[in-house]
Nanobody, 125 residues
Framework: VQLQASGGGLVQAGGSLSLHCTAS????????MAWFRQAPGKEREFVAA????????YYADSVKGRFTITRDNAKKTVNLQMNNLKPEDTADYFC???????????????????WGQGTLVTVSS
């Protein structure tokens, strides 16, 4: 599956942004779809995911209650609504797809075989 991410930008603290990821190729419903982020000098970290078989949502503790991941299998899109943004949310955000990742390690970026290009989110204080 090929992924295309968009929607980043500059926003003030407390503001909102919506990121979009469009999949092409294989049926996206067969994949666990996730968003990761990477700040300068830091390792790529898990943000949110939609598990493939249940479509249940999972979030990093740092974004729980502020971010919402949604999925539209018909449109092959996965979106990330980010509210109440904080300066520490500043990073490049990546969408990713995993067909065979296992539940115990799906928050590990190394489990994902397909990646979109990063989209930069900058939150000013």
């Amino acid at each position: 599956v090929q992924l295309q991410a968009s929607g980043g930008g500059l926003v003030q603290a407390g503001g909102s942004l919506s990121l979009h990821c469009t999949a092409s190729g294989s049926t996206s419903s067969a994949y666990t779809m996730a968003w990761f982020r990477q700040a300068p000098g830091k390792e790529r970290e898990f943000v949110a995911a939609k598990w493939r078989s249940t479509d249940r949502s999972y979030y990093a503790d740092s974004v729980k209650g502020r971010f919402t991941i949604t999925r539209d299998n018909a449109k092959k899109t996965v979106n990330l609504q980010m509210n109440n943004l904080k300066p520490e949310d500043t990073a490049d955000y990546f969408c990713a797809a995993c067909r065979s990742c296992i539940f115990s390690t799906f928050q590990n970026f190394q489990q994902y075989e397909s990646w979109g290009q990063g989209t930069l989110v900058t939150v000013s204080s």
